[in-house]
């Protein structure tokens, strides 16, 4: 499956925005998504993931409370809206696929097998 991540863009401290990861060649169904982040110089990390059935969600602490993330299977498409955006969220944002079981959810980089091109968010203060 080959994934694209979308949305991104210039905002303000406090702001609102709506990611969205786009599977082409194949279906969404059988995978557990996941998104991660990069900011500069830092390593890449995980922020939220759901289950393929989209009923199971996992979150980094520090967006707990301010991001919710959703799929739309039939449309082969992952959304992670992030609330109250902070200047430290500013990261190449990358969604992610791994073949899963129902109601898995995975938080670690190393098992997601598919990536897609990430999608560049900035706050600005």
């Known amino acids: 499956v080959q994934l694209q991540a979308s949305g991104g863009g210039l905002v303000r401290a406090g702001d609102s925005l709506r990611l969205s990861c786009t599977a082409s060649e194949g279906t969404i169904v059988p995978y557990v998504m996941g998104w991660f982040r990069q900011a500069p110089g830092k390593e890449r990390e995980f922020v939220a993931t759901i289950s393929r059935g989209g009923t199971v969600r996992d979150f980094a602490d520090f967006v707990k409370g301010r991001a919710t993330i959703s799929r739309e299977n039939a449309k082969n498409t992952v959304h992670l809206r992030m609330n109250s955006l902070k200047t430290e969220d500013t990261a190449i944002y990358y969604c992610?696929?791994?073949?899963?079981?129902?109601?898995?959810?995975?938080?670690?980089?190393?098992?997601?097998?598919?990536w897609g091109r990430g999608t560049l968010v900035t706050v600005s203060s």
């Open positions: 992610a696929a791994r073949q899963g079981v129902t109601g898995q959810t995975i938080n670690s980089i190393n098992q997601y097998d598919f």
